[in-house]
């Protein structure tokens, strides 16, 4: 029996630890967590992760949840695949994109289908959702002008950095970006999802 087992969704952020369990090769199960039938929400989907999201990965050391977290844990176990940079300013840069993307662009994204969790007026929903479009907007101009170097996040080197932004970017065209104003952007996600890790982890996502 694999030592990690990944309880993800599909269309959500546990894509980026799926891949990164493609790239280094791990042996691993997937679990999927039936976001239709609400099952993140109910007893046994909490005694996993009590935050009631995805992804969550089992270990032999017991359960990590946070992607970034994961992405770095998955890393450091296989080093033999190079997803974190040993250069330590590298390795705080490919940081500073992990926070960038977990504690604004997908909360920015998360306002479209999840108003309930800032406020308990369903009529503020709209006016949450109206914005998505051009917080996303602003959020992809800082990624295409500050933080994609080319053809990588950090240059000619791929990294987690690389995993966690075409997961969170593949959801910008959907959120109301103009992605034709981001052509570097543009040209990373289609790098992107010919990779075979991507490739494979993709075609169980839709
Ligand atoms: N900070 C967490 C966020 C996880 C998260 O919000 N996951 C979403 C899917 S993208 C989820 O599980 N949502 C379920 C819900 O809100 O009920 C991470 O990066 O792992």
Known sequence: MPALTLH???????LAPHIALNEVGADFDLVWVDFAAKAQTKPDYLAINPKGRVPALMTENG???????MLNYIAATHPQAALTPDDPWQRAKMEEVFLYLASTVH???AHKMRGHRWS???ATYPAMQAKVASNITENAALIE????????VLGETFS?????LFT????FAGDGADMAAFPKLSAFLEMMQARPSVANALAMHT
Request: proline share 5%; charged share 20%.
């Open 8 to 14: 993800l969704a599909k269309g959500t952020v546990a």
């Open 63 to 69: 359960v990590l949840t946070e992607t970034a977290a």
């Open 107 to 109: 909360i920015n994204h």
């Open 120 to 122: 308990d007026d369903p």
């Open 145 to 152: 002008s500050d933080y994609l170097k080319g053809p990588f």
């Open 160 to 164: 987690n950095a690389d995993i966690y």
């Open 168 to 171: 969170i970017a593949r959801w």
